[in-house]
C-alpha cells in the first residue's frame, strides 16, 4: 500500500520558517516525482514546488508565489521529501499535501500550516 505522510505544519508567525516533510512508502521512491501542494480554506488546490524523480534530473520546479522563500530537497535513503519554508507570509497559510507522481498519483493527508501576522 502506497503511503504518503506529512508533517511539520503548526503555527508561526509572518517571516518565520518552518519544514514539511513528505514520508514515502509502498512505492518505487526514485521513479516518482514528488510535488507540495496547498489548498487555503475557500480555493483551490495550487502546485507549490515539485522535485523530479531520482531516476531522472531530480530537477526543482516552484511556484512564483514561493520562489526564493521555499525550497523542496530529498532524502533518497530515507524516502523523505523536504519543503523549507522561509519567510513564511501569511497568504502560505493553507493545508499543505504531498503527492507522488509516476503513471498514477498518490496524496497525503494533508498538514496544516498557520502563518499569523
Known amino acids: 500500500e502506497v503511503q504518503l505522510v506529512e508533517s511539520g505544519g503548526g503555527l508561526v508567525q509572518a517571516g518565520g520558517s518552518l519544514r514539511l516533510s513528505c514520508a514515502a512508502s509502498?512505492?518505487?521512491?526514485?521513479?516518482?516525482?514528488i510535488s507540495w501542494f496547498r489548498q487555503a480554506p475557500g480555493k483551490e488546490r495550487e502546485g507549490v514546488a515539485c522535485i523530479s524523480s531520482r531516476s531522472s534530473d531530480e530537477g526543482t520546479y516552484y511556484a512564483d508565489s514561493v520562489k526564493g522563500r521555499f525550497t523542496i530537497s530529498s532524502d533518497n535513503d530515507a524516502k523523505t521529501v523536504y519543503l523549507q519554508m522561509n519567510n513564511l507570509k501569511p497568504e502560505d497559510t493553507a493545508v499543505y499535501y504531498c503527492?507522488?507522481?509516476?503513471?498514477?498519483?498518490?496524496w497525503g493527508k494533508g498538514t496544516l500550516v498557520t502563518v499569523s501576522s
Open positions: 503527492n507522488a507522481l509516476r503513471f498514477k498519483d498518490y
Open positions: 509502498g512505492l518505487s521512491f526514485d521513479d516518482y516525482a
